[in-house]
């Protein structure tokens, strides 16, 4: 299994971007999907994660509102739509693949990792 992630960039406080995670690999379909980020200086941390089928999201407050996790298992795609960006969004997002078919805000539950990438806001 491997994740490619991409759609990091620098984007001004208040704009928009859509990352995406295209996974290869058969098990997409079967598996929950997370978001994970880690700013310089601190811990990886939750940001949101989706059911195998796509029928429940679930998100950390910092995002709430702001960001929507969604995913077509035609493509073998999950995506992270983020809008109203903040300069504390900064950091390295990373997708993962869940261990079984619902959603979990915990990391040890993934067991499959994309590279990251990068996403600047600044103010």
């Known amino acids: 299994v491997q994740l490619q992630a991409s759609g990091g960039g620098l984007m001004q406080a208040g704009g928009s971007l859509r990352l995406s995670c295209a996974a290869s690999g058969r098990t997409f379909s079967s598996r929950a999907m997370g978001w994970f980020r880690q700013a310089p200086g601190k811990e990886r941390e939750f940001v949101a994660a989706?059911?195998?089928?796509?029928?429940?999201?679930l998100y950390a407050d910092p995002v709430k509102g702001r960001f929507t996790i969604s995913r077509d298992n035609a493509e073998n795609t999950v995506y992270l739509q983020m809008n109203s960006l903040k300069p504390e969004d900064t950091a390295v997002y990373y997708c993962?693949?869940?261990?079984?078919?619902?959603?979990?805000?915990?990391?040890?539950?993934?067991?499959?990792w994309g590279q990251g990438t990068l996403v600047t806001v600044s103010s």
């Open positions: 989706i059911t195998y089928s796509g029928g429940s999201t």
């Open positions: 993962a693949r869940g261990d079984g078919i619902n959603y979990t805000s915990y990391s040890r539950r993934y067991d499959y």
